[in-house]
């Protein structure tokens, strides 16, 4: 049986692969590696599509988190509310600033942070909430909002899985007072390499994510700020821009087999397996089901036996990471995260996974739980 991998990156190169070498050559024989226009440019064609006012490109999405946190002034004493179930990062750059994360459960059907359960979370320390729109699923942004409008809190939205993404027809990235992106390559819109990018309607926020980003110099060698030296190479950008009027597509692609994912799983009837939540504005970035406790990991090996690659996002909720032994959480803090760390399953996802390899995926998924 053939492989059926969890993503195929290398798909997109061989729809686009000539526009794609012609963006590199011409970049290679331009002599402008740092910055400069191909950088400019996709800024601005990054920020039109997400309907920002400005875009800020770095050169990852965990720099473009920290660079945010920075701009806003966030660090030494300051609390940042997240999601316990989400990609290292979110965590990681709130300590990386200086702040301490301070977690809030998460909803079972959306795998994102229950909101209801913000404000019980807030404190005096309380500066900012980071929503993560988790696997291209936005986060309830218009009750979020609304508590942070209320408390007066910072809001910093992680879109690195969600780039496209809308909740109530606005775009993620485009709501809270910063926008987050990566451009990993197995993210909705991927680079050719590591790629960042922050979103922001204030021109000061934006302003200064441009220093910060650059050695904290708003002018080459005079220095406001402890930055750093987070670029986005003009090669990725070239290439981003090459990428970027496709994205639309490729994210109706996702949507499209994840109805057929949840369509034929619901057919097969499996017990033990539990589908996503329908949501017509996600963009998918995975398709994660939910198998009875305790079966996951066999569930998993016994889909490998038979080529089938799956992935486990995430295994190990934050909260109980060893790293974060100083928050002093206890199993049992984040009962849902901790659940649905033990029984989550993401299939294969990737815009161009056939309708045969999905066939294949639900039929031997029904072979084993049957
Ligand atoms: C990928 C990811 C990041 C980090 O992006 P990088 O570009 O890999 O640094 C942050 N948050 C979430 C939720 C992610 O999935």
């Known amino acids: 049986m053939n492989k059926i991998p969890p ?25 402008q590696y740092i910055g400069g226009q191909p950088v ?24 473009a988190l920290y660079l945010a946190m920075r701009a806003l002034n966030i660090g030494e ?23 301490k994360p301070v977690f809030v459960d998460i909803e079972a059907h959306s795998f994102n942070m229950n909101v209801d359960l913000i404000e019980s979370a807030i404190t005096p320390r309380t500066k900012a909430i980071m929503p993560v729109h988790l696997f291209g699923r936005s986060v309830d942004m218009t009750k979020l909002m609304a508590i942070a409008k209320k408390h007066n809190l910072y809001v910093i939205e992680d879109c690195a899985q969600a780039t496209g993404a809308k909740f109530a027809k606005q775009m993620v990235g485009n709501i809270g007072d910063v926008g987050c992106f990566s451009f990993y390559p197995t993210k909705n819109l991927g680079g050719c390499g590591d790629g960042g990018m922050m979103t922001t309607n204030d021109p000061q926020i934006a302003e200064k994510l441009k220093i910060l980003r650059e050695h904290g110099s708003p002018k080459r060698y005079y220095h406001e700020y402890i930055g750093m030296n987070s670029r986005l190479d003009s090669l990725q950008a070239a ?17 499209a087999i994840s109805d057929r994912y949840t369509d034929l799983l619901k057919q097969a009837n499996i017990p033990d397996l539990v589908t996503p939540h329908h949501c017509p504005e996600s963009v998918w970035n995975q398709y994660t089901v939910c198998i009875g406790a305790g079966k996951r990991d066999y569930v998993q090996a016994q889909l490998r036996e038979q080529n089938i690659i799956t992935m486990i996002y995430y295994p190990l909720p934050l909260h109980l990471q060893s790293v974060y032994a100083n928050l002093d959480h206890q199993k049992g803090d984040f009962p849902v995260t901790e659940d649905i760390c033990d029984r989550v ?4 996802m990737f815009p161009e996974l056939t309708t045969e390899q999905q066939d294949r995926v639900v039929s031997t998924l029904k072979d084993i739980l049957k």
């Open 239 to 255: 290439l981003l821009q090459v990428k970027l009027p496709y994205l639309d597509k490729w994210n109706d692609q996702r949507r």
């Open 7 to 31: 993503f195929d990156v290398s798909q997109q190169y061989q729809q686009i692969g000539d526009r794609l070498n012609q963006a590199a050559l011409d970049i290679l024989a331009s002599g």
């Open 345 to 348: 399953l993401s299939l294969p």
């Open 40 to 63: 400019s440019q996709f800024e601005a064609e990054f920020a039109k599509y997400i309907g920002s006012s400005h875009g800020v490109a770095c050169n990852s999405g965990t720099d």
């Open 77 to 99: 004493g300051d609390e940042v509310i997240t999601s316990p179930f989400t990609f290292f990062s979110s965590a990681e750059t709130i300590s990386m600033a200086g702040a």
